[in-house]
């Protein structure tokens, strides 16, 4: 098989500027220092609407195309008004998400093209916790379960390679799976 047969492979991921990307910030690792920001404003109740429009890397400053704002609720069964997913269900998609680009881009990277990748994922959480009702009992997620349905050109074994990969680099699989220290403070 020549250059000209190998099948090109399109999962809309750009390979080679993310490994050139790689490349500049191995040579200059200051400018992979970013950091991450958003802000989030109380509405009413439970409800509360967090808006994400920059963030600093590479040196500098930037600001995203567009403004993003995500409201976050609880829903009815808790005296709320159900204006948005709950926090931990954005968790929850924030995972899913991390872990389903990574599987993108590994599977690029690897010459595997996708058809289609679908993500289910549970987490489950006594609030006995959160309520007070029980102090011995965590307030977060007793487990997460993702599970893929993914349609590629590959065997099993290697759709499994690439989401080992995806999970081995993803940030926010990091951020859920390992303590974060976080500081909390009142202006």
């Known amino acids: 098989m020549t250059d000209t047969d190998t099948p090109t492979v399109d999962n809309g991921v750009n390979v080679e500027a993310l490994l050139g990307a790689r490349q500049a910030l191995t040579d200059a690792p200051q400018a992979a220092l970013f950091q991450w920001r958003a802000s989030c404003e109380w509405v009413n109740g439970t409800h509360s609407r967090s808006t994400v429009s920059g963030f600093s890397g590479l040196g500098e400053e930037h600001t995203h195309r567009q403004e993003f704002v995500l409201d976050a609720d609880h829903p009815e069964v808790f005296a709320s008004q159900d204006n948005g997913p709950t926090p931990p269900e954005i968790v929850l998609g924030a995972l899913a998400s991390c872990l389903t680009a990574g599987v993108a881009t590994v599977a690029t990277n ?14 489950g959480m006594d609030l006995q916790g959160i309520l007070g009702i029980d102090g011995d009992v965590r307030n977060g ?9 993914i349609d590629a050109d590959a065997p099993k074994a290697d759709i499994e390679a690439i989401v080992a990969q995806s999970q081995k680099r993803s940030a926010v699989f990091d951020i859920v799976a390992n303590p974060t220290t976080i500081h909390v403070e009142v202006t």
């Open 110 to 123: 690897r010459g595997v093209q996708l058809r289609s990748v679908t993500a289910t994922i549970e987490g």
């Open 141 to 149: 997620f007793d487990g997460i379960k993702v599970t893929y349905d």
